[in-house]
Each structure stands twice: as C-alpha cells, then as structure tokens.
C-alpha cells in the first residue's frame, strides 16, 4: 500500500468552528490532492497541489482552503465549517500528475453539527 | 469541464454472471482512462486501466474496453465473486492534466 496516513479518521465538529484534515505522505510524489466524497456525487476534487506552495482549485473549493510547506504534508482547513460540509474526505497522491496511477488514503469522515 | 458519466448507478448480479458498467466523456484529449474500485471503509483503488492507442485489455476476470471515436469506456466483470461487490468508478485525467475526474459510481452487488 502506498504510504499516505489521514489523520483524524473520524470526526465531529460544531457548525462554526475551524476543523483541520492533515493527509500525509512517505512516497515522495509531487502531486496531493482533497477530494469530497458524497453519496450521488461520487468524488469531487476539492483542491490540489503540484509542489510545495503550490496548489489550485478543484471544483468544489468554495468555504476550504489548503496548504503545503512540505512534500509530504498536504492540509485541508474548513475555516467554518458548515451542515453541508459533512462528508467522507479523501487524499491522493500521484506521481506525475497525469495519465498514471492516483493512490488514496483511506478517508476522513467529518461530521459537522 | 471535462464531465464523466457512469451508469448505471447500482448494479445487482447472482454469482457467475458478468457485469458492465460504461463511462462516457466529452474531452477528445483523454488518453489514460483508469478504473478504480472501493471497498467499504477504504479508499478507491485503482484495478485496472487502458491508453488510448489500444482497444481492450484484460486482466484475469475484468477487462476495460475503449471506443474512442464514440468516446466511451467500459469494464467489464466476468464470473462475478461476493468479493466483487464494492463501488466502482470510472476516471479521467483532465485534457490538460493534473486534475483527476470521477464518474459518480456504480454500486455493485454480488448476490448468492
């Protein structure tokens, strides 16, 4: 299995509050991603990364923001989180970034009450 | 975008049966087309996948088969096992590259 740890696996949060998902990675790959995944919608991309301090939006980036200061680390930040934030978050990492094997962590549930 | 359409969204089988499941695009530029499957509780894994410079490939009991003219893909189970049962998708690596884009899933189940 490819070396990607989430942390936390599980989660419940206020409406309100600023949450935290940190997807760490040991195989050097250049590319992370968040994804969201949503009963009906299968998984949408959140944000991506292509370096260190470099990252873009997906298509569904509106109330997150992310980080990288480090290869391996890629943080997701809810600044306030809200009901329909409440999903099943995913890390991925990949090589190259194109037309190869993307590798997932095993996900996040977050649950915002 | 570059939208990935999957159907069908839930697929129920009987043990030994073969199971489809197509995915549909729009960008002329896709040349890596992946399958992923999950398991629940896990993360997708990625299972099997075909470039564009060929038509089938298999591996064991599955097979993905490319038409890029009519820009569709598809898997294909054959001899479906329980441990088949799991969500199933369809992705693409956007025409530009760096964004990976799901289909919306197949839920497949293997009943006895």
């Known amino acids: 299995d490819a070396g990607i740890t989430q942390s936390p696996r599980h989660k419940v949060t206020e409406t309100g509050t600023p949450v935290t998902l940190r997807c760490h990675q040991t195989?050097?790959?250049?590319?992370m991603y968040w994804y969201r995944q949503d009963p009906g919608h299968g998984l949408r991309l959140i944000h991506y990364?292509?370096?260190?301090?470099?990252?873009d939006k997906g298509e569904v980036s509106d109330g997150y923001s992310v980080s990288r200061s480090k290869t391996e680390d890629f943080l997701l930040t809810l600044e306030s989180a809200t009901s329909s934030q409440t999903s099943v978050y995913f890390c991925?990492?990949?090589?190259?970034?194109?037309?190869?094997?993307?590798?997932f962590g095993q996900g996040t549930r977050l649950t915002v009450v | 975008g570059e939208n990935v359409e999957q159907h069908p969204s839930t697929l129920s089988v009987q043990e030994g049966d073969s199971a489809v499941i197509k995915c549909t695009y729009s960008?002329?530029?896709?040349?890596?087309f992946p399958w992923y499957k999950q398991e629940l509780g896990k993360g997708p894994q990625l299972i099997i996948d075909?470039?564009?410079?060929?038509g089938e490939k298999k591996d064991q009991r599955i097979a993905v088969t490319l038409n890029k003219t009519a820009k569709h893909f598809s898997l294909h189970i054959t001899e479906t096992q329980p441990e088949d049962s799991a969500v199933y998708f369809c992705?693409?690596?956007?025409?530009?590259?760096?964004?990976?884009?799901f289909g919306t899933g197949t839920q497949l189940k293997v009943e006895l």
């Open positions: 991925a990492i990949s090589d190259t970034g194109r037309d190869t094997e993307a590798f």
């Open positions: 195989e050097n790959h250049r590319y």
């Open positions: 990364s292509y370096g260190v301090k470099d990252t």
């Open positions: 960008d002329s530029a896709s040349n890596y």
């Open positions: 075909i470039r564009s410079n060929v």
């Open positions: 992705a693409l690596w956007r025409g530009g590259g760096n964004k990976l884009t």
